[in-house]
């Protein structure tokens, strides 16, 4: 099992760019996360999806839209980037919804917006 | 709402030292309580929690954490550390009803040294 993968590991944008960012796991998981970590500031939820086909803000959702593609898929877009979106992304997953279950992480992506 | 706060951002050790990381909450409520560990340039994972019963919970690698509900502390201790503790700890909280958010802390960089 890979667990949870991203995509990409790194990327630099313009500001105003667009670009997805892709989060895939395989241990059959109901519910699906996105975060972002600054420094000094931990992680905070952006969007999540308890099961297939809903979709939930977080704590920050302004600036990225989702899609739960299918049980697998999570994916994070920015419409148009801001350097404020400058971070690293992780996506997570937990096996049933409640934040009481182990969320799995996977290994981030790293973005740079100029 | 739910917060929490870790007071140390950074605690530096010498191997086979004892680590304290600390960790409090904030909740009008009944709460769930996680350590989750990030070694470099990884995601997180999941060290250990307290969801209810014994108030002293212990991971596999040696580390403990004992959630103290008069002062609303969920401290992480280990008597002896290793070079490969040196990670990030975060410290994370949820109520426990109808949980959906993780709420993390600002996270505790453990530094050990030889």
């Known amino acids: 099992n890979a667990g949870v993968t991203q995509t990409p590991k790194f990327q630099v944008l313009k500001t105003g760019q667009s670009m997805t960012l892709q989060c895939a796991q395989d241990?059959?998981?109901?519910?699906m996360y996105w975060y972002r970590q600054d420094p000094g500031m931990g992680l905070r939820l952006i969007y999540y999806?308890?099961?297939?086909?809903?979709?939930d803000k977080g704590e920050v959702p302004n600036g990225y839209n989702v899609s739960r593609l299918n049980k697998r898929e999570f994916s994070l877009r920015l419409e148009s980037a801001a350097p404020s979106q400058t971070s690293v992304y992780f996506c997570?997953?937990?096996?049933?919804?409640?934040?009481?279950?182990?969320?799995?992480f996977g290994p981030g992506t790293r973005l740079l917006v100029l | 709402a739910q917060s929490v706060t870790q007071l140390d951002s950074q605690v530096p050790v010498f191997e086979e030292a004892p680590v304290e990381l600390r960790c409090n909450y904030s909740?009008?409520?009944?709460?769930?309580l996680f350590w989750y560990v990030q070694y470099p340039n990884q995601g997180l994972q999941l060290l250990l929690k307290?969801?209810?019963?014994?108030?002293l919970v212990e991971s596999i690698n040696g580390f403990e954490a004992e959630f103290n509900k008069s002062q609303t502390s969920f401290h992480l201790r280990k008597p002896s550390v290793h070079i490969s503790d040196t990670a990030e700890y975060f410290c994370?909280?949820?109520?426990?009803?109808?949980?959906?958010?993780?709420?993390f802390g600002t996270g505790t960089r453990l530094q050990v040294f030889p």
């Open positions: 994370a909280v949820t109520r426990s009803y109808n949980t959906d958010k993780l709420i």
């Open positions: 241990m059959n998981h109901n519910s």
């Open positions: 999806s308890a099961s297939e086909g809903t979709t």
């Open positions: 997570a997953s937990s096996f049933l919804g409640g934040a009481q279950e182990t969320q799995y």
């Open positions: 909740s009008s409520v009944s709460v769930y």
């Open positions: 307290y969801l209810s019963g014994s108030t």
